[in-house]
C-alpha cells in the first residue's frame, strides 16, 4: 500500500483488486514533502473507485496527517467525503491521527455519529471539532461501538463537554474508552465531567494541564464516573477537584 500510495498512480494490472481492498490506511506523512493536497486528491479518487454497490464493507480506515496537510486547501470538505464514503461502506474501524489541522476546527459528518457497523472509534490529535450548537438536535447512536479514544481532541463551543457525554451515552455496548485532554483548552471555568456508561469495563482518563497551573487554578473541575460494569480504571489527573466513582467490583486501580 506504501509504495503504491509514494508513485500516486496505480497500474492497470493492478485496478481490478484496488476494488477490492477493504483496509486503507492513508497519510501525507508517505507523500513527497508532505504535500496534503495531492494526498487529498488521491484518497478521493481512491475511495471513489471502491464506492459502489458491489464493494466489499470497508474493515478499517485510517487516515493520518501532520500540520503541514491542510496547506492550501480546506480539509472539512475532504474529511467529509472521507467519512460518508467509510460509513456508505459499512465501515467497522476508523482511526483519524491528526496534528492540528487548522485553527477553527474540523467538522465530523453527523453520520458517523449513527454509524450502525461503527465498533472501534479513534480520534488523535491534538485537533478542534466543531460541537454541534445547542439548537441543533444531532442523534447519536452507535450499537455496536465497543472501543472509543477521543486523545487531545477538543470539542469546542459551549456545548462541548456535553456532546462528549452524549457521545459516550450513545454508545450502549461500549467496553472501553480512553479519553485524554488538556485542561487547559476549556470552554469555561465551571468544567463537569459525568462519564456513564452500562457496560464499561475499561475506562482511562489522562487530565493534563501543560503546566499552565495559573489558568487551572481558576478551574473548577468536577469528574463523576457511574460504570458499574468497570473491571479497570486508569486516572492520571492533575486538575480535578472533585472525583466521584461508582462502579462495580473493581478488579483494578492505576
Excluded at 32 to 47: W, Y
Excluded at 58 to 71: E, N, P, R, V, Y
Excluded at 79 to 92: D, F, G, H, N, Q
Aim: net charge neutral; charged share 25%; proline share 5%.
Amino acid at each position: 500500500m506504501n509504495s503504491v500510495v509514494a508513485t500516486s498512480s496505480l497500474s492497470k494490472s493492478w485496478r481490478p483488486r484496488w476494488t477490492e481492498v477493504t483496509s486503507f490506511h492513508f497519510g501525507n506523512r508517505w507523500w513527497p514533502d508532505g504535500n496534503g493536497l495531492d494526498c487529498a486528491q488521491f484518497v478521493n479518487k481512491s475511495l471513489r473507485r471502491n464506492n459502489n454497490e458491489s464493494s466489499p464493507a470497508i474493515h478499517k480506515f485510517g487516515l493520518q496527517w501532520d500540520s503541514t496537510f491542510a496547506s492550501g486547501f480546506n480539509p472539512n470538505m475532504f474529511l467529509t467525503r472521507c467519512l460518508l464514503s467509510a460509513v456508505c461502506r459499512k465501515v467497522r474501524v476508523v482511526d483519524l491521527d491528526a496534528f492540528s489541522v487548522r485553527r477553527g476546527g474540523i467538522s465530523i459528518p453527523e453520520e458517523l455519529y449513527t454509524c450502525k457497523t461503527l465498533e472501534i472509534l479513534k480520534l488523535r490529535g491534538p485537533f478542534e471539532v466543531k460541537a454541534p450548537p445547542p439548537d441543533e438536535e444531532v442523534e447519536v447512536f452507535l450499537p455496536k461501538l465497543v472501543h472509543l479514544e477521543l486523545n487531545f481532541v477538543h470539542y469546542y463551543h459551549v456545548s462541548g463537554d456535553e456532546f462528549i457525554h452524549k457521545l459516550i451515552r450513545g454508545c450502549p455496548v461500549l467496553q472501553s474508552l480512553r479519553i485524554e485532554r488538556n485542561q487547559y483548552f476549556s470552554d469555561s471555568k465551571d468544567v463537569s465531567w459525568s462519564i456513564s456508561s452500562p457496560a464499561l469495563e475499561c475506562l482511562e482518563i489522562y487530565s493534563h494541564d501543560d503546566g499552565c497551573f495559573k489558568r487551572c487554578e481558576t478551574l473548577n473541575f468536577k469528574l463523576e464516573i457511574d460504570a458499574p460494569a468497570l473491571k479497570k480504571l486508569v486516572l492520571i489527573d492533575r486538575v480535578a477537584g472533585e472525583i466521584s466513582i461508582r462502579g462495580g467490583g473493581l478488579l483494578s486501580i492505576d
